[in-house]
């Protein structure tokens, strides 16, 4: 696509111009100071004026640097997130692994950290909101455009992260329960073999010692299984809390409120609203009845005192 | 050369800056880059691309600088000691016109600047005193980059563009006399429009040709030719057989944008009103209230895309079709039966892309129930089967009657008796009896003011004013004239109600057979060596523009055509705006 650049020439004729604007400036101050001091008071004065101007200006706000730490947090959890994956297929891979429960714990605990990211993340998006909205007009309109855009990005990593929690949980299952028909197999097996040898006394008897470990270790498995289990789901259900209040937050992609022209009038609108709004409640404050009401009673209130106090002289006077 | 795709690469750039602007950033717009801006890029984009607010340089009530608030005890304060904290930490890119208004309104912004930088953008070639009064008043250096990105238009589908430019009927009326000097700005306009057009899409002109019926063509192409010479940046590389700039106006072919339309664009435009691709429901019964006004654009809706040129019949079918899948989509994830907490997370993942599925289909379903009911109470079917004749077929007798019958009966609309009144009278301008018809038309209920609107058309576009070829008085001699009406009188034609090619189709087909007449359209640039004898090479590019607005039929037409020829010929239709039957009226109210 076409396009010129002007920057060069803008930046000449600047020079030009402001190098003209400070030799006019000095020559008009020459009358007030002698010759070569004045230069330098002049410059002084130029600096420290603009020292004051971009100092009033220079330091950013607080919640920037909320937003900052929340893409930050963003960009960790995205690094994070990448991690786990690569444990989560590690740990389904290795199905007699010696140190799985090691891998587990790793798994679990980066879990946490993903999911206290999250939220800290929301805080911080939450901080910037109120902040924003304190100060109102144009920082109001770019803190919720700020929240609308992060809420998104945010919304978008957390569905990505519960979908690998839960491929990673369907997988586990899948696993353990595999792992138990495995051994149920070889229970009956055992049991055939056992039951075909020194048998119908055997049977009589219940379990075995033998089978009796054999039950022992599958509850076992069915019990960390269902621990497992539980913990997912709840760190799960933690998420789908978080982001009830800021999908609110995120417009629907086509429709009108997506149009940013129609964003714009929007907000002309509201502001004009507003102001007609306050001026109207400003308006009726000081025409507000009550106010009449309570003027008209302490006026009725001074009037009975007075007479009382006249009644009251009159009778010590009677006296 | 896609004209959107154009416009994206320079707002993908602007936010930016070019590269250079990195951080939170403010969009500071003026009125008609905000139309095109907002045509290309919604709003969750331009956030997502850390452009935090979009505001305008020249309203008042979003620029602080600007306004003056009145108080309620009457006292008048500017707005700016009212607003406590201005984010100056911010860093503002601007996208604005190169006029002087804009010029006036950066010096006021650099003045008493809000934002910390300011990354400046103009969308046209910006004059050397405009550039030296911004220089003269950047105090501060503020301004870290000017450059020129010259999407100066709007750009509705890939080969359709348009200026948003109205009352370039009376410009077009006026050129070359005293009024002239009245559409000077709109004539500034539409030149900077072409120059905008033939820069982004990198094409220049080997050809210049333009329409000899019209004065202000000449004067643009005339002057778009004198800027392209003089300005090293209009040069590009030559590609393949050239690229033909074809200027043309409206006058040529006053009877398209009268006629009733049957594709979706176009019927929606011409029933609903499609501006800056948003329709307006608001006031038609049985509408939800987010519903009330919606967007039709074809780059974020892909129903859209797929079906704005389709006719109402295949309309129907494919919202049926789309209708059908949504429901088939709902119920495998119906709320109703899930059963276990994993249905109920796989459906909540999935619930965003299901609402954003029904509003698509309830807003189609929506437009679609209103142009039926709109089609129901104007008994547009007939109507627009007489107009389609009324253009194609000559035939006064049969004619006459029928537009008496349709004039006197009162399921007409006034507007369509109007129309019906004005292409008659276009047609039998000579032959016909146009007083007869005006009177029927007061008869039957067509105001004063409007039938002046008759006299006003043939002013305007009439037989003397227009150049050849709207009724086919170009190129077909008698015996031509008279085989193709007894075929079709036999055959039939496959749709009734779309037998109407518009003119401009016609001098398409007549470029790429190298037969377009030079006494119609005359070179102004190029013209090749033997030029005349029927035999002129043909451009692989064609850029058409229409000062004084085009029709969404022509835009369908050509967009069909680029379908039909796609490693031939490609063409690109611009207007300085898009006429529905209602803002052709209008204009013409002014002439």
Redesign the interface.
């Known amino acids: ?7 060069t ?3 000449e ?2 020079a030009a ?2 190098m003209r ?1 400070r030799k006019a400036g000095n020559g008009g101050m020459k009358p007030f100071a002698k010759g070569g001091g004045d230069d330098f008071h002049l410059e002084e004065g130029a600096l420290s004026a ?1 020292i004051d ?1 971009t100092s ?6 607080q919640w ?1 640097d909320d ?1 900052d730490a929340v893409h930050q947090e963003l960009s960790d959890i995205t690094r994070l997130m990448g991690v786990l994956q690569s444990m989560h297929s590690s740990r389904v891979g290795s199905v007699f692994g010696k140190d799985l429960d090691e891998v587990e714990g790793k798994i679990e605990k980066l879990t946490r950290d993903i999911t206290d990211r999250f939220r800290t993340a929301e805080r911080y998006l939450q901080r910037v909101g109120t902040a924003t909205r304190r ?5 109001a ?2 803190g919720s ?2 929240q ?2 992060l809420a ?2 945010l919304q978008e990593l957390s ?1 990505e992260f ?2 690998m929690q ?1 491929k990673y949980l369907a997988d586990v299952q899948a696993q353990k329960s595999g792992g138990l028909e495995g051994r149920e197999a070889k229970f009956g097996l055992m049991d055939e073999e056992g039951g075909g040898g020194g048998g119908g006394a055997d049977n009589d008897f219940g379990f075995t010692m033998q089978q009796q470990a054999v039950v022992d270790d599958l509850q076992e498995a069915v019990q960390s299984r269902d621990k497992e289990i539980v913990e997912i ?1 709840k760190s ?1 259900e933690e998420l ?1 809390a978080i982001f009830k209040e800021l999908a609110v937050l ?15 009038e929007a ?2 609108e509201h ?2 609203e507003g ?1 007609t709004q ?2 109207r409640a ?2 009726s404050q000081k025409n507000a009845r009550p106010l009449k009401c309570i003027v008209f009673l302490v006026c009725l209130i001074a009037f009975l005192l007075l007479i009382l106090i006249f009644k009251h002289r009159r009778r010590r006077g009677i006296f | 050369m896609d004209a959107v795709d154009a416009i994206r690469t320079y707002v993908d750039r602007i936010v930016t800056g070019d590269g250079k602007c990195r951080g939170m950033k403010v969009l500071l717009l003026d009125a008609s880059t905000t139309q095109t801006v907002s045509c290309v890029y919604s709003q969750t984009e331009i956030l997502s691309r850390e452009v935090y607010l979009v505001s305008r340089l020249d309203d008042s009530s979003q620029n602080p600088n600007l306004g003056e608030h009145i108080n309620a005890n009457g006292s008048v304060s500017n707005l700016n000691d009212l607003t406590m904290s201005m984010p100056s930490h911010l860093k503002a890119v601007c996208y604005l016109r190169p006029t002087d208004i804009n010029a006036g309104l950066l010096v006021r912004e650099l003045a008493s600047p809000r934002f910390s930088e300011y990354h400046i953008f103009f969308s046209g070639v910006v004059s050397g005193g405009l550039l030296r009064l911004i220089a003269e008043n950047d105090e501060q250096e503020l301004v870290k980059q000017v450059q020129e990105f010259y999407g100066d238009f709007l750009p509705i589908n890939e080969d359709l563009v348009t200026l948003n430019c109205r009352n370039t009927l009376a410009m077009s009326a006026a050129t070359g006399t005293a009024w002239a000097r009245d559409h000077a700005h709109l004539y500034e306009r539409n030149r900077r429009g072409v120059e905008g057009m033939l820069l982004s899409l990198r094409k220049q002109p080997t050809q210049i040709r333009y329409q000899r019926s019209s004065a202000l063509a000449q004067q643009l192409a005339r002057d778009v030719s004198d800027s392209i010479a003089s300005d090293q940046i209009f040069h590009f590389r030559k590609s393949g057989s050239g690229t033909l700039l074809l200027i043309l106006d409206r006058l040529d072919d006053p009877v398209t944008p009268l006629l009733s339309q049957w594709t979706y664009q176009a019927m929606v435009h011409e029933l609903l009103g499609l501006n800056n691709n948003r329709v307006i429901l608001r006031g038609a019964p049985n509408i939800a209230k987010d519903l009330e006004e919606v967007v039709l654009s074809a780059q974020q809706d892909e129903f859209f895309r797929k079906n704005r040129h389709a006719n109402f019949g295949e309309l129907g079918e494919a919202i049926q079709k789309l209708l059908n899948d949504y429901q088939k989509h709902t119920a495998s994830h119906d709320p109703s039966r899930l059963n276990s907490i994993e249905d109920m997370q796989r459906f909540m993942e999935k619930f965003p892309e299901l609402r954003s599925q029904s509003h698509n289909v309830s807003k189609h379903v929506a437009l679609m129930g209103e142009l039926a009911r709109l089609v129901d109470i104007c008994s547009l079917m007939d109507v627009s089967q007489f107009e389609q004749e009324l253009a194609c077929a000559d035939d006064h007798s049969t004619h006459m009657k029928e537009l008496m019958e349709k004039l006197g009966s009162s399921s007409v609309k006034i507007p369509d008796k109007l129309r019906l009144g004005m292409l008659y009278a276009l047609r039998y301008e000579d032959s016909g009896d146009v007083n007869l018809v005006k009177t029927a038309m007061a008869r039957g209920g067509v105001s004063e003011d409007m039938i002046e609107l008759v006299d006003t058309i043939l002013r305007y576009g009439g037989s003397k004013a227009r150049g050849p070829g709207l009724y086919g008085e170009r190129s077909k001699d008698l015996m031509t004239k008279m085989t193709k009406s007894i075929l079709t009188s036999v055959q039939g034609v496959s749709n009734v109600y779309a037998q109407h090619v518009p003119v401009l189709m016609d001098t398409v087909q007549s470029i790429c057979k190298g037969k377009l007449r030079m006494e119609s359209h005359p070179y102004l640039v190029g013209k090749p060596p033997g030029a005349g004898a029927g035999n002129d090479p043909v451009p692989e590019d064609i850029i058409v523009f229409m000062a004084g607005g085009v029709a969404y039929e022509e835009a369908t037409k050509i967009e069909e055509f680029n379908r039909t020829n796609p490693f031939k010929v490609k063409v690109i239709l611009g207007g300085s705006t898009i006429h529905n039957s209602t803002s052709f009226l209008e204009e013409l109210k002014i002439l």
């Open positions: 696509m076409a396009s010129r650049d002007l920057t020439t803008f930046q004729r600047r111009s402001n604007r603009g101007r009033a200006s220079a330091l950013p706000p920037v937003v100060a109102g007009g144009e920082e309109v770019v455009n700020v609308r855009s998104k990005k569905v519960r979908q839960r789901a799960i789908g995120v417009i629907d992609q086509g429709t009108i409120l997506d149009r940013i022209d129609y964003n714009m907000v002309v502001t004009k102001i306050l001026e400003e308006t």
